[in-house]
C-alpha cells in the first residue's frame, strides 16, 4: 500500500492544532495531528519528510520512522521535524487499522484495561472558561467550586498551576512568602469544599529553581497534593533529582524529553517517580509504547500527556489501555466537550470518571468531512497526482549525503 499524498490541515479557529492526513493508492486514508508551535511543523512535514516517505509503503511503520528519524536527527531531533514525524506516524496506525479492520488497541496487542483513568488540567475553553478562570482569579478562592463542577462529572483529579504567575517578576528566581501564600489560596479552597475526594496535581512549567519551589513544596506538605510536575527545567535532572529528594510530594517529568533516548538518562538517574510524554511530538505511538516499557522496567509509572485534539486524545486512550504502567492519561474537559465533537465524530462517554477505549478501526476517531469545506481551512498537499511511486527505496540515505 504505497503513500500517495501527505496533507495537513489548520484552522483559523483552532491554532493550535495540526491535523495531518496520509493518503494511500488503496483509498485508505489515515489520520494524525500534532500540536502548538504549528507552521514549524508544517514546514518539516512538507518540506523535509513529505519528499522522505511518498511512494513508500504505508503499512512498514517501523521502517518509515526509522527512514525518516536517522535523517532529521541532526537537526530535527526534539523540534519541529519530531513533531512532523509523530503526526505523520499516528497517522500511519490509522491506516494499519483501517487496512486490518482492527483498533489500535490491538495492534499494539490488545489491553490490559478497558476503562482509562484521567486528571483534567484545568485549561477553560469556549462554554468551559470557567475551568480556568475559578482556580485562576480572586486568589483562587472560587477553586472549590471548579473541585465540585469535575466531582460532579465524576473527575476526582485535577491540575492547576497557581504559582506560575509569581515566577514572572523574578524569571523564576525567587518566590517571596507572601506570594507562595497567594499561591496556596486555590489548593486550599479546593481541600476546604471537597477535602481529600479530589487529587490535586500542581503544574509548574519548569520555571522555577531548586530554591523557589522547595518553598513551594514545603508549603504544599500539609495539603497533601499527588505531585508536582516539571518544578525545574528538563535541561537540569540533576537539580530536579536534588528537588524530588528534598521534598515528599511525587515528582512528574518530563512532557519534553524527547523519544526513548531522552528518557534512557532520566530513568537511569532516578530523576522522578513518575514520567510523562507525549505521543503527538515524542516521536509517535510505537515511541510511547517504547518509553511506557522502558519506564516499566525501572518500575516508573507514566502519564500520557494529551492537551492537543480528539487524534491525540484517541491515541493516548488506546495506548492506556494496552501499557501496563499507566498512571493517568491526561485530558481537559474544556477540549473534550467542546471542539472535540466538532473536528471529529468522538463522543467523550466519562463513566464513573474513566474513559473507554474508543472502537473502531484504527484510532477510531474520524475528521467530519464538513471540516474540509470550512473557510478558515488552510489545505497543503504533497504527493498527489503524478507522483513516481517508489522512486525512494527504504535505506536510501542520499538526504544524509548532503549532510557531509
Ligand atoms: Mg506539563
Redesign the pocket.
Known sequence: MKITAIESLQWAEYPRLLVVRVHTDEGIIGVGETVDKVHGSKGALHGTIAPLVLGQDALDIEGLWRFVFDNIMYHGYAGAELRALSALEVALWDILGKHYNAPLYHLLGGRIRDAIPTYNTCIGAGSYSADYALWHDAGGKHAGELAQSLLANGISAMKIWPFDPFSERSWGQHISLEEVERGLGAVRSIREAVGHRMEIGI?S?FRWNRFSIERIARALEPYNVMFI??PIAATNPDEIKAFSQRTPIPVIGS?LLMTRWQLREWLEKHVSQIV?TDPVWNGGIAETCKIAAMAEAFGVPLVL?NVAGPFCHAACLHIAAHIPNLFFVESVRAFYRTYFSVLSDYGPALENGLFPVPQGPGLGVNLRPEMLERADLTRQVSGGAGLAVGRRAMGDHWEREEIR
Open positions: 503544574e512549567h510536575e516539571d512532557e510523562m500527556h
